[in-house]
């Protein structure tokens, strides 16, 4: 079992439909993440919240937004998504200290199919 | 042996030999390098790291090297388990947050 949590599992979704992902650690980390991840790819960096603001946005379509309600959660909200955009969506959290040296904890992801 | 997929490169290692998977990367400066597990249907799973003003470190049954002058990771696992069967990413942070993943490597463990 990971230490991140992610829900749900699956999702099937049409492309007018909104729904959100969810994420939710209890390691005391400060920093959390948004990753991408197609078949037979690596994990791509989608957003960065550091002590819940937004840190990084690596230019993500606006139909993706992020919410990081309190220290341990962290929202992505879909909305008018693209058959493209079908992936695993894996969330990631970490010390946020620059000079820390610790690695990312990952949740086990949302796979996520567009109609 | 290792092979390059349409994908995927695959090492395949025969049950209880030492697997060696090799990563480039990208950034001089990068201070700072991470391998990963992922098991199919799973998130990646931290499995060894290494800081750059070091070139060497073990763990249980893991080693990783780092030549900076090339830019090269290296991941060794000994005594390689059918568990070990897995996609292995090696990880850069280049800036603060900034994690860059490598392509990966699928490891097939054969009994």
């Known amino acids: 079992d990971t230490e991140v949590t992610q829900t749900p599992k699956h999702l099937v979704m049409g492309m007018t439909n909104k729904k959100s992902l969810k994420c939710e650690q209890h390691?005391?980390?400060?920093?959390m993440y948004w990753y991408k991840q197609k078949a037979k790819k690596p994990p791509e960096l989608m957003f960065v919240y550091s002590y819940e603001k937004l840190s990084i946005n690596e230019s993500v379509p606006s139909r993706f937004s992020p919410e990081c309600p309190n220290s341990s959660l962290l929202n992505l909200h879909l909305h008018a998504l693209q058959p493209e955009d079908s992936a695993l969506y894996l969330c990631?959290?970490?010390?946020?200290?620059?000079?820390?040296?610790?690695?990312?904890?990952f949740g086990d992801g949302t796979r996520l199919s567009i109609l | 042996g290792e092979s390059v997929g349409l994908h995927l490169p695959t090492l395949s290692v025969q049950e209880g030999d030492n697997s060696i998977i090799n990563c480039a990367y990208s950034n001089s400066a990068s201070d700072y390098f991470i391998w990963y597990k992922q098991e199919s249907g799973k998130g990646p799973q931290f499995i060894i790291d290494?800081?750059?003003?070091?070139d060497k470190r073990q763990g249980q049954r893991v080693t990783v090297l780092l030549n900076k002058t090339v830019k090269h990771l290296s991941l060794q696992i000994a005594a390689t388990q059918p568990g070990d069967s897995a996609v292995y990413f090696c990880a850069e942070r280049g800036g603060t947050y900034k994690y860059i993943f490598g392509t990966g490597t699928r490891l097939k463990v054969l009994a």
């Open positions: 390691m005391g980390h400060r920093a």
């Open positions: 990631a959290s970490s010390q946020d200290r620059a000079d820390s040296n610790q690695p990312q904890h």
């Open positions: 290494i800081r750059s003003n070091m």
